[in-house]
């Protein structure tokens, strides 16, 4: 008689148990469902890479360090690209985003930035921006840029002189700077 | 005199370090760069989510346990959307993925299996399917289901009723069983 082990499938998505359920019972295995979702997107996913990045950076450069994670979220596309921007950026790019969108153009810049030193206990600053993304790209800059509108602006941060005076970015380091510097200052 | 401090800006990134730089300047902050790429998406990061998913798996249910990790890479879409399929098609979905792509419609699907028990050394198995992505949705199934279309076939996964035999997840389930059982029989 063939041997029948049992085993457990740990997945958040019942059509892939069922699936793998029905492949593996030719083998002589038997699952159990176990409902499991370790890494979910979650809206700070942002915020624990620049803290984890922060810690990295300082393990390599051993000097008091700043790094930035950034996402664009995009309302009718449920938030994407959102974490995972500079992929998206990298592969379907400014026009691939743009021809994604069919009706509200809203969107939102986060910026978080993390500071590390040698007390390997980083802190993390968020600057965000509202805006739309344009119906084409327009004007220079780099990234996202040319699709970004700021809110009470009619062009995107490409085609503006100050957009490191009120972009996400601006924000972020803004808040940082103040805390650093007042850090400093008190000694501590 | 105004406090002058100096930091170090870790990131791939010199646009992003030639903004960060400019902002700080006027909190007298002083930036150098470091060149870092922590996090880079690596043509493993399937394996690499699938082992560590299995590892927090083991550790909550205690039993020996599989998990799978998968991955939808359309090739003129450089790869998208890749290791961040389960997001892309929460966001997107299907037609979006459709609405991007312009020309070559090449596709591959990767689905990685990996097992841990209490020995705690989670071990992976891959499984591909080549194919190409269809120009609208077509019939059931679940997620990607409708769009992907195997090699050799001129149906969608949806559309097929044989999908559990020649899918990317029948192929890892394939060369994950194989060695299960043989590890099983020979008691190890």
Known sequence: MRQS???VFASSNKNKYKEAGQILRQFG???KFYNFSPTEIQ???IHKIAIKKALDAYARCKKPVIVEDVGLFVKSLGGFPGPYSSYVYKTI???GVISLIKRNRSAQFLSVIAY???KKRP???EGITNGSISTKPKGGGWGYDPIFIPKGRNKTYGQISDKNQ???RYRALENFARWYCR???SGR
Do not use: P, T
Request: hydrophobic share 40%.
């Open 5 to 7: 082990f049992e085993l």
């Open 43 to 45: 809206s700070d996913l």
């Open 29 to 31: 295995i038997r699952l």
């Open 116 to 118: 590390c030193d040698h």
């Open 183 to 185: 850090r400093q200052s």
């Open 93 to 95: 790019g400014n026009r």
């Open 123 to 125: 802190v993390a600053f």
């Open 166 to 168: 009120i972009s996400h």
